[in-house]
């Protein structure tokens, strides 16, 4: 298409010979790109100079959360711990679901083209869907608190995970599956014994990066009721309280930085 | 997009002002930034606040200013306007009394907000209860009370009996019914019912057993319907807001009069204000008077109305930070109560 | 005994690849096919075990038609086949016995298929089939630290743990170097001989499929062009199945020569 | 048979640490698992649920359809410019912090301060931010598009960050015996190998960036976010629905494009 | 000309890798550096563009003391000598033609090397070497689309396209198959003929060095221990560069040669 519109060049050798030269597309893009830059920087008001003009304004709250009020540690930690468990089972069950979703999405193991389709429109869905609107159902349907919060991570973990895997699955080399259905597999013990060992190490960091998502996103979740270190973020927010918004991001961080270093610590044994 | 933020441009005296007969010379303002927090629930999702930047700007030209441009955002949390207005970004605030208290270090009010009074307006709550439903009176009020509402299941049903039976709630009472309140920093729904839980208990809402947060008023009903709430708190006129979603959305049988009762009633909470940034160079004490007369007006014109109706608000009066002298001491009760 | 009756294959998109095929090759055979690059070498194998289902004739494999066969029966009949890729086709990531254990998944009680935990009888087999080509002492050792030969021999030994009576293997030393080459197709003989597997390979290499097959058959476009022993392929035989283009083989192949 | 089952018995022994390592991770979960609870489930609950859903799925397709300056196709427009830009800014913010966290290329204690700030970055909530940046440019699409923009830091910089560590430095030596310097050989051996994947997961990101709008709305910072927001809180499903429709369309179409490119970069 | 006086590497954990080399090659001589793995090949051909440095003695290149050189001038000495990889090197991700074009990227003015536009004749002369090693047509092809050859032969246009005196390779064909091979040392001898430019290789396969090369340069231990022309190379020699294992050797050979 492109090529027609704008014919390759012809390149003449001193020899004689003739080489056509594809047109770069890259000037094509960068002038997209700079169109929509310019675009969107009209639609948002975006304005360079004011940002570097009150940049400061940026430091005041940080300035206010410095430093921590560590006294409050003992009011929050057991919203942590109890975000912490929401965030595991949440993830866990999510991640583990995600995989019949992610092998029904990946055209290279199911042959039908329909299914395939259904179920990475299902994925796109369950992304979309605001997890706020997804806990606030979850909290009418099970009750307030956690059980919500673990269901709503639950379906985000589901479609994060799954997109993800799907993508790791439709890549992989299929010379081993078609050797395991040689030896007389069926697709899904092929799958099992030959793109699972493939995938393993990807599913888990991502799992694991999704489950630390799962933490930081827990406390949005306070917003709708269910539970955890969100309520206390949005009560202090309400309350100018930054010293001990403070403490509980410095906390957020500490777990954050744990969960990343014990998870670094298993993938390297896995690769 | 703004190129320059007004915050910048100190008001000057245009040269070439627009010989307006009789006006002294005009004062340009390049933009003016409003930002709105609808308090309640609001009455439609689109922001139907177009028309108010033109009013705005036609009222303001009236009192001698001429402004290029109005701008208007609208937030969803007080935080967030409150923020604003302390830091000059945003110039005008439609904000809560409680959020005004809360950033009074950078906000000053310049108006409160007045709607259509109820023909319930007593602190007892049997009186709310033998003159159901509440309706809306053609009075204008300045304030308003916020509500304890027992719900249809059984507990709610058992506190209500001994409310419309004369006789007092004991805090055992209390304590044992499950709760749905609303964040700590919302006036109707945390701050008010923590002061009347202190006056007549000696204790707040953080001492109940059974109590959660909702994000909205919306949620508390739909929690109160469901059973999983026995007592809400609300602003006074949320049970009318909610009528209609009572047997539709939550799928009750009887309507929300029938099913409710009130146990309990707050003092007057002042109404929202529209405050304006304190670090803003613009804000003279000539331009805080005009806006006063611009909002008055424009609350009085046929198309005003209807514009400020999707935030509740039916005019303005004239307010000084002392009236919301109330609110800050029940923060500062609050704030102390927490530590 | 797989016995090929007028078979036919086109593809979907029309291609014909196989065209008239009539071939009978008896148990323990070693038998090479040649032919140049889509004649549809490829395409011959893979129907013998229904990797592609042929679109007419009939294909019997010890006197049972093999175009009837459906789901559960298909799997049960590759059982007996093992096949040998070019590229190896092995789960680099895992170990070498591992990727041997694999051919005893189908046989396995439904909590070994999920969790992979291998029975000590099978393992003791897996680890005979290293034996069998001589990388025992790399059992632990995660594929992807073999070379190209190992690798190709790891994929042999899964062959063989499978216990086929027929192995197909698809250019099996297309992407070795000569040495590992002869090694690998040494390995092939001797499974051949020793176990009277019977062998079809695909192979590029002329001179190795003369060396080592006691059959040639020779495709091109899609027809079996010649089929005997190895003896009677003579350089006219070669210009045939390679359409003319047997000089360019030649020299190709004395190019080869000069070459090692 | 002997040698084979020496070596049977030689087979690394990792057993018991697969064990104790499953054994960790199901008390974990189980210990969890004691959050979860389903006594609350009853009627009434699922009955607001499901009218919640049944709204939901009935839109109010007139404000859909709705063309005006505050439609919510303005809006919609607006949310995608906004995620757009963000984008941009993100993308822009990761690449130094990606380098100076690579291990490969930084000394490790650079990499791993590096690392711990943007645990922090990331940590901070998206509220938080918009608060922030509110005090600096007022509630607004500004705001927006600089909220977006830092939350997105996280996920771009460890993504770029893998990009890096997979870098094929053979190239470099190659170019060192050419005579290049150390500018030349980033320009030249580096960037090309990692332009395409960089594009790849920054398109993924702007998707991602998309769907997080809602969030937006909490803070005011523009967009379709805040009378999603508005609509929940006012129970009117059927409007959150039709919202919702905008969203997933604009979303699919984008996920389609998106989806294009990203196969056509990767694969070339 | 290339001259080693004395030349001793050591490498900082101690070993010796080259001890006592005394080289003078002449401009235009094909040589290849044969010996057993860790000899000291790699190390002998990449002190030569000071992609290592000596630890004594002296390094000259056309009567330049290499071992002095610093900085810029390093570079400048490097753009007349071209480095061809065993893995080849290539910006997998690009275009061919870009890869040959980074040749020119030293001598371009600052703004070109930022925005990597390169000017239509440095265009030309890429695409002239890239003419000279017969890939010409693939010029716009990604290099991530071609076989192992021909991306050698792109590694060999990049070189050529820096107009280099001398060539180093460092086993340039070890990956590539036996067909490949030939093509790409034909494009050595070509290039040494025609361009009159010094190839020095490293290279395995004995029979391939004593086919191409001039001169052949034994390497044992790092220290030279046969230097002399390709004719002259006897088994005894060849005995003697790897240490006793020619009969292995040998047996190698004789098993390639079977074998194709
Ligand atoms: N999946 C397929 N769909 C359509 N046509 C195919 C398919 N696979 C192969 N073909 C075509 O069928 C013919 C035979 O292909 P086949 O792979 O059997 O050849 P081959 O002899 O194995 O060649 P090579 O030596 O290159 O492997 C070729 O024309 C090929 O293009
Ligand atoms: N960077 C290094 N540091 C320390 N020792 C090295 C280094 N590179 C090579 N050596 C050692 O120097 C000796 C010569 O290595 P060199 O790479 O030159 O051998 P080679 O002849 O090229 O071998 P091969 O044929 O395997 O490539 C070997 O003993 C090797 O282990
Ligand atoms: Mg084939
Ligand atoms: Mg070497």
């Not at chain 2, 304030?143 to 004369?166: C, D, H, M, T, W």
């Not at chain 3, 007996?80 to 591992?98: D, E």
């Not at chain 4, 870098?167 to 030596?173: N, R």
């Not at chain 4, 969203?247 to 490119?261: F, P, T, W, Y």
């Amino acid at each position: 298409m492109y090529d027609k519109i704008f014919p390759p060049k012809q390149v003449v050798l001193p020899s004689g010979k003739v080489v056509l030269e594809k047109r770069s597309r890259t000037p094509l893009i960068l002038l997209l790109m700079v169109i929509a830059i310019v675009w969107s920087v009209n639609m948002t008001g975006f304005d360079i100079k004011l940002l570097f003009r009150r940049i400061d304004q940026f430091f005041v709250i940080i300035g206010d959360m410095i430093p921590p009020k560590w006294s409050y540690f003992s009011s929050l930690w057991r919203a942590l711990v109890a975000t912490l468990q929401m965030s595991l089972v949440g993830s866990m069950i999510g991640a583990l679901l995600s995989v019949p979703f992610a092998v029904m999405a990946s055209a290279n193991i199911i042959r039908n083209q329909v299914v395939v389709t259904v179920f990475k429109v299902i994925l796109s869905l369950l992304r979309t869907l605001p997890t706020l609107v997804t806990a606030l159902i979850a909290t009418f349907v099970f009750g307030l608190g956690p059980t919500a919060g673990v269901v709503a991570i639950l379906l985000f973990t589901i479609s994060y995970v799954g997109k993800l895997l799907y993508e790791q699955i439709e890549n992989v080399d299929m010379g081993p599956f078609e050797a395991m259905e040689s030896i007389g597999m069926t697709r899904i013990q092929a799958f099992r014994y030959a793109v699972l060992p493939q995938v393993l190490p990807g599913f888990l960091s991502t799992s694991l990066f999704c489950f630390e998502g799962n933490v930081r996103y827990a406390a949005i979740l306070g917003y709708v009721g269910a539970g955890g270190i969100g309520l206390l973020i949005n009560e202090n927010l309400g309350w100018r309280d930054y010293s001990n918004l403070g403490m509980i991001i410095l906390a957020l961080v500490v777990t954050v930085y744990l969960i990343e270093w014990v998870s670094e610590h298993f993938r390297k044994k896995l690769i | 997009g703004s190129k320059n933020n007004s915050s910048e441009n100190s008001p000057s005296p245009s040269a070439s002002a627009p010989s307006e007969s009789a006006q002294p010379a005009a004062i340009d303002i390049k933009e003016l930034k409003v930002s709105f927090v609808p308090s309640k629930d609001p009455e439609t999702i689109i922001t139907a606040t177009d028309p108010l930047k033109d009013l705005l700007k036609a009222q303001l030209a009236t009192e001698g200013y001429n402004v290029d441009k109005v701008s208007i955002d609208v937030g969803t949390t007080y935080e967030a306007v409150g923020e604003a207005l302390t830091a000059g970004s945003t110039d005008i605030g439609f904000i809560p009394g409680g959020t005004y208290a809360l950033y009074d270090d950078g906000a000053d009010v310049i108006l409160t907000a007045t709607r259509a009074g109820l023909s319930n307006d007593s602190d007892n709550a049997k009186d709310w209860n033998d003159n159901k439903p509440t309706a809306a009176t053609a009075e204008q009020a300045n304030y308003y009370r916020s509500l304890f509402i027992a719900g249809p299941s059984k507990k709610g049903q058992e506190l209500a009996a001994k409310v419309n039976g004369g006789e007092q709630l004991t805090w055992e009472d209390l304590n044992s019914a499950n709760w749905a309140i609303m964040s700590t920093s919302s006036s109707a729904g945390y701050i008010y019912p923590t002061l009347w839980l202190q006056k007549n208990f000696n204790k707040s809402l953080t001492d109940l057993s059974h109590v959660v947060t909702s994000d909205s008023y919306g949620t508390s009903f739909a929690r109160l319907a469901a059973g999983q709430a026995d007592v809400i708190v609300a602003y006074a006129d949320a049970r009318r807001d909610f009528e209609p979603k009572w047997t539709a959305d939550f799928g009750r049988g009887q309507s929300i009069w029938d099913e409710t009762n009130v146990i309990g009633v707050t003092q007057g909470i002042y109404n929202d204000t529209i405050s304006v940034s304190k670090n803003d160079k613009i804000m003279t004490d000539e331009f805080k008077t005009a806006l006063q007369n611009a909002f008055i007006a424009i609350a009085q014109t046929e198309e005003g109305k209807k514009v400020i109706s999707v935030y509740s608000h039916e005019g303005y009066k004239v307010a000084q930070s002392s009236d919301y002298d109330g609110e800050r001491q029940a923060q500062e009760l609050i704030k102390s109560m927490k530590k | 005994m797989i016995e090929f009756k007028n078979v036919e294959k086109k593809y979907p998109n029309g291609t014909a690849a196989l065209q008239n095929v009539n071939l009978k090759i008896g148990q323990g055979e070693f038998v090479a096919v040649i032919g140049l690059s889509g004649a549809g070498k490829s395409t011959l194998i893979r129907c013998i075990n229904r990797m592609h289902d042929i679109t007419s004739g009939q294909l019997m494999v010890d006197n049972v038609d093999v175009t009837g066969l459906k789901g559960k029966q298909i799997r049960n009949f590759r059982r007996r086949i093992g096949m040998i890729f070019q590229s190896f086709n092995l789960v680099t990531r895992t170990t070498v016995i591992k990727n041997v254990l694999v051919s005893f998944v189908p046989d396995l009680p439904f909590w070994r298929k999920v969790t992979g935990i291998f029975t000590k009888e099978h393992k003791l087999k897996a680890l005979e089939a290293l034996d069998k080509v001589g990388i025992l002492d790399k059992a632990f050792v995660r594929v992807d630290q073999l070379s190209g030969g190992q690798q190709q021999r790891v994929a042999l030994a899964r062959t063989l743990a499978q216990n086929p009576d027929i192995i197909l293997a698809d250019e099996p030393i297309a992407s070795l170097d000569p040495v590992t080459s002869k090694q690998v197709m040494d390995d092939f003989k001797k499974i051949n001989k020793d176990m009277n597997i019977s062998v079809i390979m695909n192979i590029h290499h002329v001179e190795v499929a003369l060396e080592y097959a006691d059959r040639i058959i020779g495709i091109r476009k899609g027809e079996v062009v010649f089929d005997g022993e190895s003896d009677k392929v003579t350089k006219h035989i070669l210009n045939d199945i390679y359409g003319g283009q047997v000089e360019e083989l030649k020299s190709s192949m004395e190019e080869k020569s000069a070459h090692v | 048979m002997s040698t084979i089952e020496k070596q049977l018995l030689a087979s690394p022994r990792n057993r018991s640490y697969v064990l104790i390592v499953t054994a960790i991770v199901l008390l974990l979960f189980l210990w969890s698992l004691s959050v979860v609870s389903f006594k609350d489930v009853n009627q009434s609950g699922l009955k607001i649920a499901q009218n919640i859903m049944n709204g939901i799925i009935h839109p109010d397709l007139d404000l859909l359809l709705n063309v005006s300056k505050q439609s919510v196709l303005y809006l919609l427009v607006q949310t995608l410019a906004i995620a757009f830009l963000g984008t941009v800014v993100g993308a822009i913010l990761s690449v130094p912090f990606a380098f100076l966290a690579a291990s490969n290329i930084v000394p490790k204690p650079v990499s791993w301060l590096t690392r711990l700030l943007l645990i922090v970055i990331r940590t901070i909530p998206a509220l938080v931010y918009g608060l922030m940046f509110i005090r600096v440019s007022g509630p607004g699409p500004f705001a927006g598009v600089l909220t977006v923009g830092l939350t997105s830091i996280g996920m771009l910089s460890k993504l770029y960050v893998d990009a890096i560590e997979e870098l094929d430095t053979k190239v470099l030596e190659s170019m060192t015996s050419i005579g290049c310097t150390t500018f030349e050989k980033i320009r030249f051996g580096i960037v090309p190998q990692l332009m395409s994947i960089f594009m790849s997961v920054t398109i993924y990101r702007f998707d991602m960036n998309m769907r997080e709008a809602s969030i937006l709305g909490l803070v005011g910072a523009g967009g379709i976010g805040a009378p999603l927001i508005f609509a929940m809180n006012g129970y009117k499903w059927n409007q959150v629905g039709s919202l919702l429709i905008g969203l997933v369309v604009l979303i699919l179409i984008i996920e389609l494009i998106s989806n294009k490119i990203r196969a056509k970069l990767i694969k070339g």
